[in-house]
């Protein structure tokens, strides 16, 4: 069956050091990829997506390259703040050509990010 | 436009009692899924609607969870009896039933069973 596993957490750092969360992943068929960022008090947001090998998604700074080779999204910012402190969830999706649930999402057990001025 | 409403936002019960969420979607969305999220893990999905059929409920414990969605819109989850174990946050989501589509989430009920 599919599963997401991240590093282990929580991750503390400074302001304005660099960010990686490893997120590696076993799944059939044609997976889509996904970070998902659950700010404190709020529901999970989309961060950003992959829905093929190599597609590179990215938004608000934050980048990960769909490996297909490796089976990894690995979650990476160049210079975290302090408004980036959350917990972030890698998950997969596998699609209609591949599937059998299609839309069913499968997260990682997510990782803890403290962001200290 | 509107998220994805839920309620109650918090719920404490007794074990062995009974409760039930709910959850309105985005308009226009005709996937729906709930999600349990235990302290420290990621969510899992415990069922998911398109329209008002079930499409996965695999991993639903059906001897004590049960799940509708009337009409294809709102949607109620309900827990009878529950255990302490349930205690999670359960979460709602819902999609354009369309490949690639985004799942957007409510902010969730955090049920505590005691």
């Known amino acids: 069956g599919n599963s997401v596993t991240q590093m282990e957490g929580p991750v503390t750092l400074s302001e304005e050091a660099f960010l990686t969360i490893n997120c590696t992943y076993t799944?059939?068929?044609?997976?889509?990829l996904f970070w998902y960022v659950q700010y404190p008090g709020e529901g999970l947001q989309l961060l950003l997506k992959?829905?093929?090998?190599?597609d590179k998604g990215s938004n608000k700074g934050f980048e990960a390259t769909y490996r297909k080779e490796t089976t990894s999204f690995h979650l990476e910012k160049g210079s975290v703040q302090v408004s980036d402190s959350a917990v972030y969830f890698c998950?997969?999706?596998?699609?209609?050509?591949?599937?059998?649930?299609?839309?069913?999402?499968?997260f990682g057990q997510g990782t803890i990010l403290t962001v200290h001025p | 436009e509107a998220g994805v409403a839920q309620s109650p936002r918090y719920k404490i019960i007794e074990k062995r009692q009974s409760v039930a969420f709910w959850c309105n979607p985005i308009?226009?969305?005709?996937?729906l899924y709930w999600y349990q999220q235990i302290l420290g893990q990621g969510p899992k999905l415990l069922i998911q609607?398109?329209?008002?059929?079930?499409?996965?409920d695999s991993q639903l414990p059906k001897d004590r969870f049960s799940a509708e969605r009337l009409k294809g819109v709102d949607s109620t989850l309900k827990i009878q009896p529950a255990k302490l174990e349930d205690s999670a946050v359960y979460l709602c989501?819902?999609?354009?039933?369309?490949?690639?589509?985004?799942?957007?989430f409510g902010q969730g009920t955090r049920l505590t069973v005691v």
């Open positions: 989501a819902s999609s354009l039933p369309l490949d690639g589509s985004e799942a957007f």
């Open positions: 799944a059939t068929g044609y997976p889509s």
């Open positions: 992959a829905t093929k090998a190599d």
């Open positions: 998950a997969l999706r596998t699609d209609l050509r591949g599937g059998t649930s299609y839309g069913k999402l499968t």
């Open positions: 308009s226009g969305h005709a996937t």
């Open positions: 609607f398109q329209n008002n059929g079930v499409v996965d």
